[in-house]
């Protein structure tokens, strides 16, 4: 049977992402599609003019949303939603706003190397890193500390990153969503049907069952 290609839009800034992709590993344990699950993440940067060492992630959350006080209280909904997916935020923890140019430049060397299990983990840990522990992801020093957590070579992945390579494939992951329509994330396509939002993983299971439907027809 064919297999499911699943592509996960997302930006490592968005918590609702991580959500989102504890909820895809639900429904992926819990649908029970017999097919193979083929998963390519897509970046989809939501500040690409954030500065390269990031910004005060107080001052920035303040200016976007009017106040201090309304920032938190957007936190903690993101904090329930996360208990229940498995995503545990600790935002007392996280003090600046980073660009994530170049955690998306490590998720582009590791899905190149076409190691699926890593990659998985890998995306999972840089959340953690910068919601969970309060990392700096925008940071090559620690991103190559993520990396090598996760088996890849330390200087293999510096040495990536301190090039250029990668940022064409990012430049043309965004403008392909554009014209797909996606205009926010996270966004779950399995098998070319879009599912906005962290949805709960009965409706990625559902999304799933479909897929392996189709396919079977």
């Not at 992801?137 to 200087?155: C, F, K, P, Q, R």
């Amino acid at each position: 049977m064919q297999a499911i290609q699943v592509d996960v839009y997302y930006d490592f800034i968005c918590p609702w992402c991580w959500i989102g992709q504890r909820n895809l590993s639900a429904a992926l344990a819990e649908s029970g599609v017999g097919a193979a699950v083929s998963i390519r993440y897509v970046p989809f940067e939501l500040n690409p003019s954030m500065p390269v060492e990031g910004t005060d992630r107080r001052a920035y959350r303040t200016h976007k949303f009017g106040t201090w006080a309304r920032s938190q209280v957007m936190d903690a909904q993101v904090t329930a939603a996360g208990l229940t997916a498995g995503a545990p935020f600790d935002y007392g923890k996280v003090l600046r706003t980073p660009n994530t140019r170049l955690a998306h430049r490590l998720m582009r060397f590791a899905q190149n190397r076409n190691e699926p299990l890593t990659t998985a983990a890998l995306y999972q840990a840089i959340y953690a890193a910068y919601f969970s522990e309060g990392r700096d992801i925008g940071s090559l020093d620690t991103l190559v500390e993520i990396a090598t957590e996760h088996t890849l070579d330390a200087g293999e992945v510096r040495a990536y990153l301190l090039s250029a390579a990668g940022n064409p494939e990012i430049d043309a992951a965004r403008e392909q969503a554009d014209k797909l329509g996606i205009q926010a994330v996270p966004t779950m396509v399995i098998d070319g049907k879009a599912i906005s939002g962290a949805q709960p993983p009965v409706v990625f299971a559902n999304g799933l069952r479909a897929a392996e439907q189709r396919n079977a027809a």
